[in-house]
């Protein structure tokens, strides 16, 4: 079975740090996945976490607790185009194939 | 360029008439999938593929069909749309193989739009 839970929208001011959360309930864990979605265009990969703590990737970063089934993705520094949509995505009960999140809207305004 | 290309890109049709959206990539990838986009519901799957004559059903495969011939050809077939099919649609593909989860890369999406 699968179960990913994430805020529906968020704001935040350019320059700011914003936290998205992700939560999840699987019955086997084969990594997590982020992706970002601007409006109308295509996902496009941004992290993937197989194991706990902080990967950074330049602005951004993701982090992951097996045990408590989480992650948040960490954007710094915001920009006006980091508005979009932010998809968190695990693959189901033991499977290989990611599930998506209904994601988060994150409005950054100036 | 490596790339998945989907076409068309924007359909308005009719209820009931058949229609085709084509996918194909470029980068050799054996694993690939077709999902809508709703309003409020984020991307749900509907059939997936792990390799040439290999097709399974995703999570609202209904009114739907798929075909891999070809590795590189994943073509999502609505045999009689209804509005309710009226989505955006994205083909994604992955390198992955077996037991290993991989990222998948996304087409542009096609607006389906049915009347």
């Known amino acids: 079975g699968q179960n990913i839970d994430q805020p529906t929208e968020m704001t935040a001011t350019e320059g700011a740090i914003v936290q998205i959360n992700c939560t999840y309930q699987?019955?086997?864990?084969?990594?997590l996945f982020w992706y970002q979605q601007h409006a109308g265009e295509a996902p496009t990969f941004l992290s993937y976490n197989v194991l706990d703590g902080l990967e950074e990737k330049g602005r951004f970063s993701s982090f992951l607790s097996r045990s408590k089934g989480y992650s948040y993705l960490l954007l710094k520094e915001l920009q006006m185009k980091d508005s979009a949509s932010y998809l968190c995505?695990?693959?189901?009960?033991?499977?290989?194939?990611?599930?998506f999140g209904r994601g988060t809207s994150l409005i950054v305004h100036p | 360029e490596a790339q998945v290309t989907q076409n068309p890109r924007y359909l308005i049709t009719v209820t009931g008439k058949k229609l085709t959206v084509t996918c194909s990539q470029n980068?050799?990838?054996?694993?690939m999938s077709w999902y809508r986009q709703d309003p409020g519901l984020g991307l749900r799957q509907i059939y997936y593929?792990?390799?040439?004559?290999?097709?399974d059903k995703g999570d609202v495969p209904e009114g739907y069909k798929v075909s891999r011939k070809e590795k590189r050809n994943f073509p999502l077939i609505l045999e009689s749309p209804s509005p309710n099919q009226t989505s955006l649609y994205f083909c994604?593909?992955?390198?992955?193989?077996?037991?290993?989860?991989?990222?998948?890369?996304f087409g542009p999406g096609t607006r389906l739009t049915v009347l």
């Open positions: 699987t019955s086997g864990f084969n990594g």
């Open positions: 593929s792990m390799n040439v004559e290999v097709t």
């Open positions: 995505a695990v693959p189901s009960g033991g499977s290989y194939i990611p599930t």
């Open positions: 994604a593909s992955s390198p992955q193989r077996g037991r290993i989860t991989d990222t998948q890369y």
């Open positions: 980068m050799n990838h054996e694993y």
